[in-house]
């Protein structure tokens, strides 16, 4: 079994202290820092641009940076977030046309890939590509804010993803993202996911490491009660 993973949304960080934000959430036991990217036309919402992962790097911020790509076309900004330092990148398959093709190009690139899927969308194209994938990150909300409420239709979703990640064989992170709190990531991670996204949930309490330390509790006690 892999190591739980918590990783921070910036999107819900204080705006105007990022830095400061990622290197306190970081200090208080935050594993990845995640970072949304919206281009209001693939999802309703502008965010941050390629020069916010270079100037965490600048700031001196050395923990794996998780880009979510929720952008159209897709390969211009896998090429600016990679050279501007990020390790993981994710894309989701209705934004590009040869979906191959924008995996190969993140490996290329010298950044692990991420598949990212919207709540309603199925898991049939992760069964082709499974040999350049690095990452599964399902979206527990429909993307395009945060803050929102968990959807629990996602959570047999999860279960399947992590059948199919356990069936390859292959070393591959499920990563689930949205409404992930106090009281839904127990489920999520007995669903099967290693790897949490916690927007709101982290940044919006005056202290980030009990905070994180009552999430990873939590995951501890409810990732015994996964299904073998």
Same mark, same amino acid.
Not at 29 to 47: C, E, F, K, R, W
Not at 54 to 73: C, E, F, N, Q
Not at 98 to 125: M, V, W, Y
Not at 184 to 202: C, H, K, S
């Given at each position: 079994?892999?190591?739980?993973?918590?990783?921070?949304?910036? *999107?819900?960080?204080?705006?105007?202290? $990022?830095?400061?934000?990622?290197?306190?959430? !970081?200090?208080?036991?935050?594993?990845?820092?995640?970072?949304d990217v919206m281009d209001n036309h693939y999802v309703p919402n502008l965010t941050?641009?390629? #020069?916010?992962?270079?100037?965490?790097? @600048?700031?001196?911020?050395?923990?794996? $940076?998780?880009?979510? $790509?929720?952008?159209?076309? =897709?390969?211009?900004?896998? #090429?600016?977030?990679?050279?501007?330092?990020?390790?993981?990148?994710?894309?989701?398959?209705?934004?590009? =046309?040869? $979906?191959d093709r924008s995996l190969q190009l993140i490996k290329d690139l010298g950044c692990?890939?991420? *598949?990212?899927?919207?709540?309603?969308?199925?898991?049939?194209?992760?069964?082709?590509?499974?040999?350049? !994938?690095?990452?599964?990150?399902?979206?527990?909300?429909?993307?395009?804010?945060? /803050? #929102?409420?968990?959807?629990?239709?996602? *959570?047999?979703? %999860?279960?399947? &993803?992590?059948? !199919?990640?356990?069936?390859?064989?292959?070393? %591959?992170?499920?990563?689930?993202? /949205?409404?992930?709190? *106090?009281?839904?990531? /127990? #489920? =999520?991670?007995?669903?099967?996911?290693d790897m949490f996204v916690a927007g709101t949930a982290i940044f919006s309490q005056?202290?980030?490491?009990?905070?994180?330390?009552?999430?990873? @509790?939590?995951? &501890?006690?409810?990732?015994?009660?996964?299904? @073998?």
């Amino acid at each position: 079994m892999k190591e739980f993973w918590i990783a921070p949304s910036m *999107l819900a960080a204080d705006f105007a202290r $990022l830095g400061e934000e990622a290197e306190r959430v !970081l200090a208080a036991g935050a594993d990845v820092i995640h970072i949304d990217v919206m281009d209001n036309h693939y999802v309703p919402n502008l965010t941050m641009g390629p #020069q916010f992962c270079k100037a965490l790097r @600048s700031y001196g911020i050395t923990a794996p $940076l998780d880009v979510h $790509l929720m952008v159209t076309p =897709v390969d211009p900004m896998i #090429q600016a977030f990679a050279e501007a330092g990020a390790d993981y990148i994710s894309i989701h398959p209705e934004a590009t =046309v040869h $979906l191959d093709r924008s995996l190969q190009l993140i490996k290329d690139l010298g950044c692990k890939a991420g *598949l990212a899927f919207n709540p309603a969308t199925g898991l049939e194209e992760c069964k082709y590509v499974f040999d350049k !994938l690095d990452l599964l990150l399902l979206m527990s909300v429909n993307p395009g804010f945060g /803050g #929102q409420s968990f959807i629990p239709a996602v *959570l047999p979703k %999860i279960e399947a &993803a992590r059948k !199919l990640i356990d069936a390859s064989g292959r070393d %591959i992170r499920l990563e689930v993202d /949205g409404g992930v709190n *106090l009281h839904t990531i /127990g #489920q =999520v991670a007995a669903a099967g996911a290693d790897m949490f996204v916690a927007g709101t949930a982290i940044f919006s309490q005056p202290d980030y490491r009990a905070t994180l330390h009552a999430l990873r @509790s939590t995951i &501890a006690d409810a990732a015994p009660r996964r299904q @073998s």
